[in-house]
């Protein structure tokens, strides 16, 4: 079957860093997406990779390791505006229509 | 530059009754879809349009209808609302359906049926 395992919530301090994970199952694979979502608003693009290793993007970096079905978004130098759930999305073929979502991790952060 | 146009904002429907949920892009985009967010689960994709007059179900279709008359529009029907219709919808367009094309959503309709 399908499955998608990210945690529920995580708390981490201003400045610091947090490393969020996902684990997956799917059948097929073609990438995995990292998506952002503030409390009341829209999914916002994060990330994408479909290789293995590290993406670096300004404070934000994810992680993907095809044989062991994981990837992980990793924040530096957390903000305030950093609160959010992050959504993993892995693709289980070659279209967008076929990404499966997970429920996401909430992430909250203390000054 | 308005991206994708989502409304009403809220909505609170009675059993039975129906209506539309309207979303709109204005990136070009092939591809648009629906989704359904509830609590504790990831987005669910209800229905989906790779172009103009092209249409298919996704993971939920059961109660909703849509159609892609034109590349912009892609609104969703609820034909005879349920409580379990109650959710928080999205729209989201993209440029195509190949590796990597990241999803545009709209800012999302509250709806709850009573």
């Known amino acids: 079957g399908q499955n998608i395992d990210q945690p529920t919530e995580m708390t981490a301090t201003e400045g610091a860093i947090v490393q969020i994970n996902c684990t997956y199952q799917?059948?097929?694979?073609?990438?995995l997406f990292w998506y952002q979502q503030h409390a009341g608003e829209a999914p916002t693009f994060l990330s994408y990779?479909?290789l293995d290793g590290l993406e670096e993007k300004g404070r934000f970096s994810s992680f993907l390791s095809r044989s062991k079905g994981y990837s992980y978004l990793l924040l530096k130098e957390l903000q305030m505006k950093d609160s959010a759930s992050y959504l993993c999305?892995?693709?289980?073929?070659?279209?967008?229509?076929?990404?499966?979502w997970g429920a996401g991790t909430k992430l909250i952060i203390k000054p | 530059n308005a991206g994708v146009t989502q409304t009403p904002k809220f909505q609170v429907l009675k059993t039975g009754q129906s209506m539309t949920l309207q979303c709109a892009q204005d990136m070009n985009h092939e591809y648009m879809s629906w989704y359904r967010q509830d609590p504790g689960m990831g987005l669910r994709l209800i229905h989906y349009s790779v172009g103009a007059g092209i249409t298919d179900q996704g993971e939920v279709p059961n109660g909703y209808n849509v159609s892609r008359s034109t590349t912009e529009d892609f609104p969703l029907r609820l034909l005879s609302a349920a409580p379990s219709q109650t959710s928080v919808y999205f729209c989201a367009s993209s440029a195509g359906t190949g590796r990597g094309e990241k999803l545009f959503f709209g800012s999302g309709t509250q709806l709850s049926v009573l």
């Open positions: 990779n479909v």
């Open positions: 999305a892995p693709g289980g073929g070659g279209s967008n229509y076929q990404l499966i």
């Open positions: 799917t059948s097929g694979f073609n990438g």
